[in-house]
């Protein structure tokens, strides 16, 4: 994310075309978000009967030349080893998301976390979207980002 510590290590100014939008992610489902003590969020797709919300978040758009060195650097971020790996602490896919610039609906990769919820607190939703962002900044809490690009 622009402004936190793991932008540098991941998305430095170079492989990206500059632009990024706010973006809604909002599956008939739901989803909710977690906040874990080490410095970074959880997101998971509700369970039948949780109060869920959608989620914003900001797409990024990188230059074509980098995007697989760009997800390399974001699945090792999120320790993610590829499909069903036991090590796994997210699980990679690509969701449909509104472009609330533009009304466009686009393809983005996002991490659905597969750690247990009940280690972190619940991220509340504002206005029926949870922002990672927001609850970060409103909360004056900084990400894991320069601890884990020290890995």
């Known amino acids: 994310m622009r402004g936190f510590r793991n932008q540098t ?4 100014a170079e492989v990206t075309t500059g632009v990024v939008n706010v973006g809604c992610f909002a599956p008939e489902r739901g989803v909710r978000m977690t906040h874990f003590p ?5 997101m998971y797709y509700c369970e039948e009967k ?3 919300s959608s989620v914003v978040g900001e797409i990024v758009y990188v230059k074509e030349d980098f995007v697989d ?20 602490m997210y699980r990679r896919e690509t969701v449909s998301v509104l472009n ?30 949870i922002s990672w962002r927001k609850y970060m900044e409103s909360s004056g809490l900084e990400g894991a980002g320069e601890d884990w690009a020290q890995k």
């Open 69 to 88: 060195s760009t997800q390399e650097k974001l699945d090792f971020l999120e320790e993610y080893y590829g499909p069903n790996d036991s090590r796994n």
């Open 100 to 129: 609330e610039a533009t009304g466009v609906i686009v393809s983005c990769d996002t991490y659905f976390c597969l750690l247990d919820p009940s280690g972190g607190v619940d991220v509340p939703p504002k206005d029926g979207k």
């Open 38 to 42: 080490q410095g970074y969020p959880g």
């Open 9 to 12: 290590k991941c998305l430095p």
């Open 50 to 52: 949780e109060v869920c």
